[in-house]
């Protein structure tokens, strides 16, 4: 199915296109970055990919009259929630603002300048957000090439293992893994289809269990709408989806033995091929004594403490850092009342806006939002660090200023 790009405005087409630079640029940065590092020798980019991707993010708040007023309220009520915890938490200041001033260790730079512009930009363009698609194919099937031929040159051929971070590689890739497998199901396209499965299978190999299982996730909401319209679809999806269980039974045994060999030769590993062999997929020490400092903490002060609640708590043991869960991010910066209220609210809207958006082509964009920006964090993360959540709050929050535009799908 094509898109007509030519319906949407002037203005429209940039807020578009900076979306689009606010979804790439950070994880080409970080493969560009890898490779010219580990390989070359040569010092980090990243200063000139995050000052232009904060121009963007400053690009963005000229759309700030034609957003809702409640996105307008909620980065009012963040910021101000940030500035108390500021006050209340010296302990961790750098925390905040670090004395370098990077955007991605500093989360009151983080929020205006990458994360809010995110929030600001779904919440604009809202419906005509499916036109996502007529830019998205080939830079997210490069990035996977790119994403593959990283791995394969700075670990296998230059044995950089221990170098490369397993969880930045695999969520750098996913966002362009879940946009191909979109493309190819909505235009029918194998090749990309076929991109994001190979894309998936190094995240699977290379990557983290929960970029591993995010990715699973999103492609079963996308194939549920895409098979659930007609009773023959959903046959005919059940049926290859017992076909492929049942193939994958029979290989998966082999498959992994000759990957962790492979990779056992060029002095690498497969983490959670590994886990999965040793029956330990579902342990994890480290988070595990984190979760208990978390409940300790709660049950310390049942009413929460705030914004960045969790890394106070984490500094006051000696860690840096944050929970990786949402849930218990909620309960410790927002108590055992309210954490829970906002986290079933929020649950219940994002239900009802995919239910809403079932028979449309944005519900590819809301389920690519809601996977990478809200189900990552139960695995990984944290809310005041993820630019992608605040990209599915603008999209779950109303802004009567949209133009309704329901053409090709929509």
């Known amino acids: 199915m094509e898109l007509s790009y030519n319906i949407l405005t002037k203005r429209e087409k940039y807020a578009l296109i900076s979306l689009i ?39 963005s708040y000229k759309y700030f009259s034609r957003i809702s007023g409640k996105v307008i309220a909620l980065i009012g009520l963040v910021l101000a929630g940030m500035f108390v915890s500021y006050l209340i938490y010296p302990g961790i200041r750098e925390a905040f603002i670090d004395k370098s001033y990077n955007p991605l260790t500093s989360t ?11 929030m600001i930009l779904t919440n604009y363009l809202g419906n005509r957000l499916s036109h996502l698609f007529d830019f998205v194919r080939v830079p997210s099937m490069i990035l996977i090439a790119l994403a593959i031929f990283d791995y394969y040159w700075t670990v296998i051929i230059n044995g950089h ?27 029918r396209k194998w090749l990309d289809t076929v991109a994001a499965i190979a894309g998936l299978l190094v995240i699977l190999i290379v990557g983290s269990r929960g970029c591993f299982v995010c990715g699973i996730i999103f492609i079963a909401m996308v194939c549920i709408k895409r098979y659930s319209l007609s009773l023959g679809k959903i046959l005919g999806f059940f049926a290859v989806l017992a076909a492929v269980v049942i193939a994958l039974s029979y290989t998966f045994t082999s498959f992994s033995d000759s990957v962790v060999s492979f990779m056992d030769e060029h002095g690498a590993t497969s983490r959670t091929l590994m886990m999965i062999n040793d029956g330990t997929v579902e342990e994890s020490n480290s988070r595990d004594n984190i979760y208990k400092m978390m409940t300790n903490a709660i049950s310390d002060n049942p009413l929460g403490y705030g914004l960045m609640g969790d890394r106070y708590i984490l500094f006051q043991h000696g860690n840096q850092g944050y929970c990786h869960s949402v849930i218990y991010e909620f309960l410790v910066d927002y108590g055992i009342i309210l954490g829970p209220i906002l986290l079933v609210l929020l649950v219940r809207i994002l239900f009802i806006k995919l239910k809403k958006y079932i028979k449309l082509d944005i519900y590819y964009i809301l389920a690519l939002f809601a996977v990478v920006g809200f189900v990552k964090l139960f695995f990984s993360g944290s809310y005041l660090g993820e630019s992608y959540f605040w990209g599915m709050i603008g999209l779950l929050i109303s802004n009567k200023n949209n133009r309704n535009i329901f053409s090709n799908g929509e």
């Open 21 to 59: 630079l606010c979804i790439f640029i950070p994880s080409y940065n970080y493969y560009i970055n890898e490779i010219y590092m580990l390989n070359f020798g040569r010092g980090s980019i990243s200063a000139v990919s995050y000052v232009f991707l904060a121009g963007v993010g400053l690009y």
């Open 108 to 118: 009151l730079l983080y929020l205006p300048l990458i994360a809010f512009p995110m």
């Open 161 to 187: 293992y221990f170098d490369v971070q397993y969880m930045p590689f695999s969520y750098n890739m996913l966002p362009a893994t879940c946009l191909s497998f979109s493309y190819g199901l909505i235009n």
